[in-house]
């Protein structure tokens, strides 16, 4: 599976950006998409994830009512809408994919080189 993230930029705050993750190379259907995003200096932190039927999970605590994961299965694309962003939202985020619809890190097998997101204040 090859995971391909784009669209993210600097934008100001209050602003709003959507990202895309094209998924290929193996049948996408059993697949969850998750998000995932790092800043300088912390560690990887789970953002959303969308599975095959629509199912979202969102991290409660950063990102939850702001953000929106959703995926065209005809497309073979995973979407973050994200809306009201603040400058601690900048970070490289990345896609990756998983059979299950998680927030761990390391039920995701495969992932995306990641796009970089910049809020500025």
């Known amino acids: 599976v090859q995971l391909q993230a784009s669209g993210g930029g600097l934008v100001q705050a209050g602003g709003s950006l959507r990202l895309s993750c094209a998924v290929s190379g193996r049948t996408f259907s059993p697949y969850a998409t998750g998000w995932f995003r790092q800043a300088p200096g912390k560690e990887r932190e789970f953002v959303a994830a969308?599975?095959?039927?629509?199912?979202?999970?969102y991290n409660p605590d950063s990102v939850k009512g702001r953000f929106t994961a959703s995926r065209d299965n005809a497309k073979n694309t995973v979407y973050l809408l994200m809306n009201s962003l603040k400058p601690e939202d900048t970070a490289i985020y990345y896609c990756?994919?998983?059979?299950?619809?998680?927030?761990?890190?390391?039920?995701?097998?495969?992932w995306g080189q990641g796009t970089q997101v910049t809020v500025s204040s």
């Open positions: 969308v599975n095959w039927s629509g199912d979202t999970i």
């Open positions: 990756a994919a998983s059979t299950a619809l998680s927030a761990r890190n390391n039920e995701y097998n495969y």
